[in-house]
């Protein structure tokens, strides 16, 4: 997915920038990349591969390389960027999250009507940043421009740009499915994706921006470009696995929804008489973890960490460069804990069920340890509809998606038209899928948070979210 982060002061920026940017590591694991503005060197960009090691590991010289008092940096799953752009609206970088779904289509626009160019990838795909930035480049001015992108724009896009006269135009998307934040201290402001990452560097918040709403910051101003729109439709897969635990988005704290959200899936538990005589619940690690911990208040079962997951040196189990050792390290990143496992009745709460293939081999690797039984909760509804808004996943079609999968074994693809009845739990298609999952993943039993349950727990009006992965509803 991706994240950013910004900082104009009147100070150096770039140490801030260089722990924002860090701070939303859980975001991406494929591109970093950092831009700033010195009055005497102008615009400066550095972007590295973070594929095998750490943004902090790749730009830790940083200091020695960059200087100035505004600058942006960003962690990327996707194309490399920032990007430096010189055009009409003069010199800039610019960092862009979100998807683009009509790319194939601006393209061809642009190239038939402009008759420019763009620098291919690899593969001859054109970086999608580049993209936004050509679409920006048609008005007169950044924030006409990144109106009429976003307005061009099948997807999301989030902006951040930095000027050649050292200030920064933040874009929250048009629908505000991710959210963007703004933080002041006594040198300036700084903005983020992730509000815990500017407070840990003595900034408090100041504005949570609205949907499509455009500012412009210095180290002495805020000041609104384009003012926010109505209609708001912020990602609910935020609060139950990407959001970072210490962060917080239209006033709803990541941690404590997972709390509640757990504590929903216990009451659904003993309402319906499931899964009574466990001995431990645990979240499968880590992002498992606090809706588990909800789960444990609300039943009083005993929480415990039966596996615990060794990172010290493999951080990333990708690492290595064949698949083979690759999947030996994710085997040998699970510990278990004997006493906890063997002869015992457990049950795992999981952030979401997607795929499944890690979550078999970590169902598998409990009973190789002696657990009786493995129950599964799943903290999110059934994912029955791949992202097309911000590509929370790798999934390019729905098909990569268990759920849909074992529809699809089940009842052909006449079942898909019946979509709503299989992720209703209380259906009799919804127990039959839930019946499959479970005895395709050796799951003694299986139960996924209800769509009203995961609402329930982030406590904001349905129609200010997307679940669109859960219901398909745009």
């Given at each position: 997915m991706g994240g950013f982060f910004g900082v104009v002061s009147k100070t150096d920026a770039i140490s801030d920038v260089f722990f924002g940017t860090d701070y939303h590591s859980h975001l991406g694991t494929r591109r970093g990349g950092v831009a700033a503005y010195d009055s005497k060197i102008g615009l400066q960009r550095d972007i590295h591969n973070i594929s095998n090691s750490s943004f902090r590991t790749k730009f830790e010289n940083i200091y020695d390389e960059m200087s100035g008092t505004a600058a942006i940096g960003c962690i990327s799953d996707f194309e490399p960027q920032p990007l430096l752009i010189r055009s009409k609206l003069g010199a800039y970088a610019i960092s862009f999250l979100g998807i683009i779904n009509n790319s194939d289509e601006l393209i061809?626009?642009?190239?038939?009507?402009?008759?420019?160019?763009?620098?291919?990838?690899?593969?001859?795909?054109?970086?999608?940043?580049?993209?936004?930035?050509?679409?920006?480049?048609?008005?007169e001015n950044f924030a006409q421009g990144i109106k009429h992108a976003q307005e061009l724009i099948d997807g999301t896009a989030s902006i951040l740009i930095l000027t050649?006269?050292?200030?920064?135009?933040?874009?929250?998307d048009r629908f505000g499915r991710l959210p963007v934040i703004i933080g002041k201290n006594e040198n300036g402001y700084s903005l983020a994706v992730e509000s815990f990452a500017f407070q840990k560097l003595g900034y408090e918040k100041e504005k949570e921006l609205g949907p499509g709403e455009i500012v412009e910051i210095t180290a002495d101003s805020l000041t609104v470009l384009s003012p926010?729109?109505?209609?708001?439709?912020?990602?609910?897969?935020?609060?139950?696995?990407?959001?970072?635990?210490?962060s917080t988005y239209e006033g709803v704290n990541v941690e404590i929804m997972r709390y509640r959200n757990g504590a929903i899936l216990a009451r659904n538990d003993m309402e319906n008489g499931i899964a009574q005589d466990i001995d431990y619940v645990g979240g499968v690690p880590d992002s498992g973890t606090p809706h588990a911990i909800g789960y444990t208040n609300k039943s009083g079962k005993h929480f415990a960490r039966a596996f615990i997951k060794y990172t010290p040196t493999w951080s990333r189990s990708f690492i290595p460069k064949n698949q083979k050792d690759r999947n030996r390290i994710?085997?040998?990143?699970?510990?278990?804990?004997?006493?906890?496992?063997?002869?015992?009745k457990l049950l795992f709460v999981d952030d979401s069920i997607v795929r499944g293939t890690q979550l078999k081999e970590t169902v598998d690797f409990l009973?190789?340890?002696?657990?009786?039984?493995?129950?599964?909760?799943?903290?999110?509804?059934?994912?029955?509809y791949s992202c097309k808004y911000l590509s929370f996943s790798r999934n390019q079609s729905d098909m990569d998606l268990i759920a849909r999968r074992v529809i699809l074994e089940l009842e052909g693809e006449e079942g898909f038209k019946h979509i709503d009845e299989y992720s209703d739990s209380s259906s009799e298609r919804g127990k039959k899928l839930r019946k499959a999952i479970a005895e395709k993943f050796n799951f003694a039993s299986?139960?996924?948070?209800?769509?009203?349950?995961?609402?329930?727990?982030?406590?904001?009006?349905?129609?200010?979210?997307?679940t669109y992965c859960w219901d398909g509803k745009e």
């Open positions: 061809k626009q642009y190239l038939s009507e402009n008759g420019g160019h763009f620098d291919a990838m690899t593969g001859g795909n054109v970086n999608s940043v580049e993209l936004v930035a050509s679409l920006i480049n048609q008005k050649d006269h050292g200030t920064v135009i933040a874009a929250r926010a729109l109505q209609k708001k439709k912020i990602c609910a897969f935020l609060w139950s696995y990407y959001g970072y635990p210490t994710a085997k040998m990143k699970q510990i278990p804990i004997h006493e906890l496992i063997t002869d015992k009973y190789q340890n002696g657990a009786k039984e493995v129950h599964m909760r799943s903290a999110c509804p059934p994912i029955l299986l139960e996924f948070q209800t769509l009203e349950g995961i609402i329930e727990a982030i406590g904001l009006d349905k129609n200010d979210l997307c």
